[in-house]
């Protein structure tokens, strides 16, 4: 087996069905297995997912867990069942464009000090891309204060080496391909994100282990994005700003993590203001992202 692909479900058994239907359409010279690990814990998503096991054309295992665990704990259940060389983390709002896995393959044996290779993950061209970057700097967070640091660095991303792979700090979760050996050595991803930064966690721990991240621009993959996140933002707010100030406090030391930590909560505080702007326009949406800050800055309710 070359490849085990595990998708985690979350309320999303339809768009699984679609990303299947991609993979098994591109990955027709990478002998693969698919493993959905089932965080829904609803019948009629296990129903939906029990009949894409029978198909004829894909190998297809379902792991159903009894409550939603999280993505980094449902992604390690199943590397742990994985029989793959190689594991590939695909979110299930993916399609794949074109055969994709072989050449990803090819870069990682190529270069031994390379763990992790990702493909850019957008469905349009021509537009800023957030499927990689850079981890938190001081300036870089000071910049995000003023809603322009992740911009710039897209940008930067972007207007650099398009036409080859090139060495970033973290690749977007969505699309993670890494050698099952590595993640397991590595110790896989950390359970204590319940979701979000537990992809930058990684990528932090395997280049301290000496090994480099690339991303691949000139691969894609089509991403929608967001697709759960739009069903609860207060729940995914939360977890977003959670997520990051665990992973500053867990990366950083000193004087660098005590800013890093500081400007996180100013860009709360503008957050807030933000959204309570843009109340009027859009109210519902408005007042589960200030919920969801909220819950943060009085730390209740985190998962």
Not at 20 to 34: C, G, K, M, T, Y
Not at 214 to 234: E, F, N, Q
Not at 284 to 302: A, C, E, H, Y
Request: net charge neutral.
């Amino acid at each position: 087996m070359e490849v085990s692909i595990v998708i985690v479900n979350y309320h999303l058994s339809k768009e699984i069905d679609q990303c299947i239907q991609s993979i098994l359409e591109w990955s027709a010279d990478v002998q693969i297995e698919i493993i959905i690990v089932d965080n829904s814990v609803d019948r009629d998503e296990t129903e939906a997912l029990v009949q894409l096991q029978t198909h004829d054309r894909a190998n297809i295992i379902c792991i159903f867990n009894e409550s939603n665990i999280g993505f980094g704990r449902a992604c390690n259940i199943g590397a742990d069942a994985a029989k793959g060389k190689y594991v590939c983390f695909l979110n299930p709002d993916t399609k794949l464009v074109a055969e994709i896995f072989r050449p990803l393959i090819t870069l990682l044996e190529s270069d031994g000090s390379c763990a992790v290779v990702s493909p850019r993950q957008q469905i349009s061209e021509g537009v800023l891309d957030f499927s990689a970057g850079f981890f938190p700097s001081v300036l870089s967070e000071l910049l995000n204060i003023l809603y322009i640091g992740r911009f710039l660095e897209t940008l930067w991303i972007g207007a650099t080496n398009r036409n080859e792979p090139r060495t970033v700090d973290w690749v977007m979760g969505a699309f993670i391909l890494i050698s099952r050996r590595h993640f397991l050595d590595i110790g896989k991803f950390d359970p204590a994100y319940f979701m979000f930064f537990e992809e930058s966690d990684l990528c932090k721990r395997l280049k301290r282990s000496g090994f480099s991240i690339k991303y691949v621009p000139t691969l894609h993959i089509d991403h929608a994005g967001s697709v759960s996140g739009k069903k609860d933002y207060r729940f995914f707010t939360r977890q977003f700003y959670h997520s990051k100030l665990i992973f500053l406090r867990k990366s950083y030391r000193g004087l660098e993590r005590q800013l890093l930590v500081i400007e996180t909560y100013i860009q709360l505080a503008g957050q807030l203001v933000l959204w309570s702007i843009l109340f009027p326009v859009k109210p519902t949406k408005s007042s589960q992202k200030m919920l969801g800050i909220i819950d943060v800055l009085q730390q209740k309710n985190i998962q």
